[in-house]
């Protein structure tokens, strides 16, 4: 019994790396043809290379923004184009919403999904890569892609303080 207990950290450990070798995701990167413009996050895994988008809401009932469609269509195509040639046919443009519950459609060529059933599609996808093809696809991906600059956000407890400033001040002014 004891001896089960002490392998089973060992088999968590290299259940861990097998998850690692058969999947490299890189998260908000700038676009290689326009560096102000940013990916939200690149997965690569055996079932193919996912050019992620995150959307917001969608507007008056509609259950996407094609501007938004359009813009992850063009990530991807970005995306294909710092690959070797063989493998630009793997690349595949996804635009996330958390406000759509369990569905994926493809939209004018691109998976619109949510993030839940987009890690379905990744897992049960048919296999177009090998392990090694993926970490050769992670590593260049890495090598070529810059991480996208992210703002701090203001400290809270400053802007508490300022709040409280402007309402009391508000309040001895009337």
Excluded: N
Excluded at 96 to 109: I, K, T, Y
Aim: glycine residues 8%.
């Amino acid at each position: 019994m004891a001896r089960g207990l002490v392998r089973e950290p060992r088999a968590a450990g290299q259940l861990r790396r097998l998850a690692q070798a058969r999947r490299r995701q890189l998260d908000t990167v700038r676009r290689p043809d326009v560096p102000d413009l940013r990916i939200d996050r690149v997965v690569v895994c055996p079932s193919g290379v996912y050019v992620i988008s995150q959307a917001g809401p969608g507007v008056a009932g509609l259950p996407h923004d094609l501007a938004d469609t359009r813009r992850s269509s063009e990530a991807a195509v970005a995306v294909e184009g710092v690959l070797p040639q063989r493998y630009r046919a793997t690349v595949r443009p996804v635009l996330c919403r958390e406000d759509l519950g369990e569905v994926a459609e493809d939209v004018r060529g691109v998976l619109v999904t949510t993030s839940a059933t987009l890690e379905h599609v990744m897992a049960f996808a048919p296999v177009v890569l090998s392990t090694s093809e993926v970490a050769g696809i992670g590593t260049r991906l890495g090598e070529v892609l810059e991480p996208f600059p992210i703002e701090a956000a203001p400290k809270r407890g400053r802007l508490w303080r300022r709040l409280l400033v402007a309402a009391t001040a508000g309040a001895a002014a009337a």
